[in-house]
């Protein structure tokens, strides 16, 4: 089906008709319309265009309205103070381009495609081969999971990258470490769980690591061992390999709690770019982009400088030789621009490493790899706190593990399910547990502005009330009950009708779906679907409030209003699955 035209770009195209109308001289005109409390729609920009052609605001405000067409979509313009105009348009329109959306049986909901959509490389969900994951790990993963849904639903082609932790000096301590001691990893992974599996080697991590800090023979031993990785010594790599196979059941399992799918393919770890490195210190040298300084090879920037006022460099590779993070993640550029042919590249990583992610952006600008054609975005994210507003720890002051995390919140969120459940059998209690709990989660997460921190709170995540997934997913539970049992009744759209004002704003409010998923997509902004779904699960409950759905006065209005829960359903469903978030048909 073709997309719908929303009413508001209905709207602002009768209005700049007119404005260029009244000043053919100022060309294209943007009238600068928004939604307003004191109409359907205000426009603005009459103000700034008439001060720029030297002309009275009013007067070329009621010339525009004298030449605006009206038709079925405009019921009145009024020109309000010194010019601005307020547009209230037909009950006809708002109910006929909801019917048009609702007659879309693509799901999408008459939500158009890109015109030009590019290729987007996402890096999100970084985890680290032999450890756990943890609180830390919660936004990455449920961020870079959002964009990913939103950006394909625009038609957008995204790539996904797992950047994991899976090279350098910590995979020859704990190979070394195993080597002189077998018995600590006894198991064989098809026997315990991937919970079990990773609990074992992170315990074998913190062993390797408190032996590294304290015995030089046995860190002299271990940085042999990263030698032997390298040089890709058979046995080495063979032990490396099974830390990163066990890691990944573990990563999966992990994951799959969380409601996301990530794909083996996607998960180019570190170790991915290993045959790039010396050909990108190669050319980042040889283009003068970087310099040796005390045996290293470094780049330096102007704007960078330390607290003593001296440089501080992008080190790409070690004076011993060793590669740091920035000659990996300058290849990954490399690959992402030139093979896999990205024209935008985003990191969802934490706000803490903007530096290092601003010297390599500018590193690959300088060496030729980001074109003018080629964006690179951090997307940064800030921390998750406790409700002490402190970095999120366990009482023990250990950071907390995601799993953990997750699990007490399905718990939380079946206890609610629980009190609230109509003839669910404890399966299904189970089964919408884990959806709201972890919905919960990626809801707090999701509709706080990234780069923000946020306040863990599972009392307020999991509540019925307030600005939570819960409030959301009640809602349209709520509907499908009154879908149920309409009976006879079935939605269908009346455009004759005169519609209520809490009818009116709900229409409005869904109709401007399509805008706000093109926002959010553009601006790598999950938090103003969020905000999006919120208000409409709002106007909903004021709809449901004021305005009998089964018992309205006639059946063309029961039909009606049936047909405005299943359009705001519909679009509560398709705005949370693009989060992530389950919205099931019963609470």
């Known amino acids: 089906m073709a997309s719908v035209t929303s009413l508001s770009d209905s709207v602002h195209q009768r209005l700049a008709a007119a404005l260029s109308a009244a000043l053919p001289q100022a060309g294209s ?31 070329l405000a009621t010339q525009v309205v004298s030449g605006v067409e009206s038709g079925e979509l405009i019921k009145d313009v009024e020109v309000s103070g010194p010019g601005f105009l307020n547009i209230t348009l037909t009950d006809r329109a708002i109910t006929a381009n909801l019917a048009a959306r609702y007659a879309d049986d693509t799901g999408r909901l008459g939500v158009p495609h890109a015109e030009q959509p590019g290729t987007t490389v996402i890096d999100y969900a970084q985890p680290n081969v032999a450890k ?61 769980s991937g919970e079990e599996a990773m609990s074992n080697l992170d315990r074998l991590y913190k062993a390797a690591r408190g032996l590294f800090d304290a015995d030089e023979e046995f860190k002299t031993r271990a940085r042999r061992r990263v030698v032997d990785l390298q040089a890709g010594d058979p046995q080495t790599v063979a032990t490396w390999q099974k830390f990163v196979d066990e890691s990944k059941i573990y990563f999966f399992s992990v994951f799959e709690k969380l409601d996301m799918e990530i794909a083996d393919a996607d998960i180019v770890g570190e170790s991915g770019y290993n045959d790039m490195l010396a050909e990108t210190c190669r050319l980042l ?4 982009v970087a310099v040796r300084s005390e045996g290293a090879l470094c780049v330096f920037f102007d704007d960078v400088k330390g607290p003593d006022g001296n440089p501080v460099p992008l080190i790409v590779q070690k004076s011993d030789g060793g590669y740091g993070y920035a000659a990996t993640d300058l290849s990954a550029i490399r690959d992402r621009v030139f093979n896999l042919k990205a024209n935008s590249i985003i990191y969802v990583v934490d706000a803490r490493q903007s530096l290092h992610f601003k010297m390599v952006f500018e590193t690959a600008r300088k060496a030729g790899w980001l074109g003018d054609d080629v964006k690179a975005y951090q997307l940064a994210f800030g921390t998750v706190l406790g409700k002490d507003g ?44 884990a959806q709201v709990g972890v919905g919960a989660v990626k ?36 509907i499908q009950s009154i879908l149920r049992k309409a009976g006879a009744s079935r939605p269908a759209a009346h455009p004759e ?32 679907l969020a905000a999006y779904l919120y208000q409409l699960a709002s106007l909903y409950t004021t709809f449901y409030d004021k305005c009998p759905v089964l018992k309205a006065e006639t059946q063309e209005r029961i039909e009606n209003r049936l047909f405005l829960c299943d359009v705001t359903a519909r679009t509560l469903h398709r705005g949370m699955d693009l989060l ?8």
């Open 132 to 192: 756990e994951m943890h609180v830390g790990h919660l936004r990455s993963a449920v961020i870079g999971d959002a964009m990913v849904q939103l950006l394909e639903f625009t038609g957008e082609n995204v790539v996904r990258r797992h950047h994991i932790g899976d090279w350098g000096t910590q995979f020859g301590m704990l190979i070394q470490y195993l080597e002189e001691h077998p018995h600590e990893l006894d198991h064989k992974a098809d026997e315990v």
């Open 390 to 433: 402190k970095p999120f720890k366990t009482r023990e002051g250990e950071t907390v593990r995601l799993v953990d995390l997750l699990d007490e919140a399905i718990d939380r969120a079946s206890a609610v399910v629980r009190e609230k459940a109509q003839d669910l059998s404890e399966e299904e209690i189970a089964e919408r547990g």
């Open 29 to 59: 005109a943007d009238p600068l319309l928004r939604r307003s409390d004191r109409a359907d729609f205000q426009a603005n920009g009459i103000l700034a265009l008439a001060k720029k052609e030297k002309a009275n605001p009013r007067e």
């Open 497 to 528: 009708l005169e519609l209520h004002q809490a009818e009116r704003a709900l229409g409005l409010h869904a109709d401007s779906f399509a805008a706000t998923v093109a926002e959010a997509a553009t601006e790598y902004a999950p938090h103003k």
């Open 580 to 587: 992530g978030i389950r919205t099931p048909e019963r609470l």
């Open 443 to 478: 809801y707090a997460d999701l509709s706080t502005s990234a780069n923000r921190d946020y306040k863990f709170d599972l009392d307020q995540m999991v509540s019925l009330n307030g600005d939570t997934s819960v409030y959301l997913q009640y809602a349209y539970a709520r």
């Open 285 to 288: 040298e040889e283009s003068g």
